[in-house]
């Protein structure tokens, strides 16, 4: 069964902090990782992944995907309460000829000034 | 147009009562699914539509729900004979379809359907 696991479910720290989101992942015909941050209703778009030990980067926020070992992390560092979300990780795959998107639970991040 | 949206933003309806959720894809965009977040929950896959068709069904909670998309844009999420445990976001997103390598999904802002 395909499925996408992150930890911790819920992580709590000070402003300035340095957080590590994991996300282990089984899927079909792997195709890419995406890792999304929501606030509100609709997810918003942080990194797509598609090749093993390339790291991306975008300001305090980066990502980097092992396929051999079938996981990412997504750091963030120097944290501001802005960064208070949920964080989600979804892996798609190929599965029976159609693209499907499988998402995990999400990593609950509080930001406390 | 410049995102994906969504109509009505919420929806309140009483439990039996048919609901029709509608979802416009960013021009252009060859793929679009529906997702459903409950409350306190993640994301749960619904269905994918590639164009007009739909390859994968396999997410629809129950013969209550259909989906379908016409003219490879707007689509339609319909729920009959609604419940309670139907409350939920339900969320919409699209995307162009690679052949390699994955792609980015765009989400709307989703839809807030309350059944009481």
């Known amino acids: 069964e395909d499925k996408v696991v992150q930890s911790p479910l819920s992580l709590v720290v000070h402003e300035g902090d340095t957080v590590t989101l994991n996300c282990s992942y089984e899927v079909t015909n792997f195709r890419s990782l995406l890792w999304y941050k929501q606030e509100k209703k609709a997810p918003t778009f942080l990194f797509m992944l598609?090749?093993?030990?390339i790291e991306k980067k975008s300001g305090r926020l980066s990502s980097i995907l092992d396929k051999k070992e079938l996981f990412s992390i997504l750091n963030i560092t120097a944290t501001q309460t802005g960064d208070s979300a949920v964080y989600l990780c979804a892996v798609q795959g190929l599965i029976q000829g159609a693209q499907k998107l499988v998402f995990g639970q999400g990593t609950r991040l509080t930001i406390n000034p | 147009g410049a995102g994906v949206s969504q109509s009505p933003s919420n929806k309140v309806t009483e439990k039996g009562k048919d609901v029709e959720l509608r979802c416009d894809p960013i021009?252009?965009?060859?793929?679009l699914y529906w997702y459903r977040q409950s409350l306190g929950q993640g994301l749960e896959f619904l269905i994918y539509?590639?164009?007009?068709?739909?390859?994968?069904k396999s997410g629809l909670p129950s013969d209550r729900f259909s989906a379908e998309r016409t003219g490879g844009s707007v689509s339609t999420l319909t729920i009959q004979r609604t419940q309670q445990e139907d409350s939920a976001v339900y969320l919409c997103?699209?995307?162009?379809?690679?052949?390699?390598?994955?792609?980015?999904?765009?989400f709307g802002p989703g839809t807030r359907l309350t059944v009481l």
């Open positions: 598609t090749s093993s030990g």
């Open positions: 539509f590639q164009g007009n068709s739909a390859p994968d």
């Open positions: 997103a699209s995307s162009l379809e690679g052949t390699s390598g994955g792609y980015e999904q765009f």
């Open positions: 021009s252009g965009h060859t793929a």
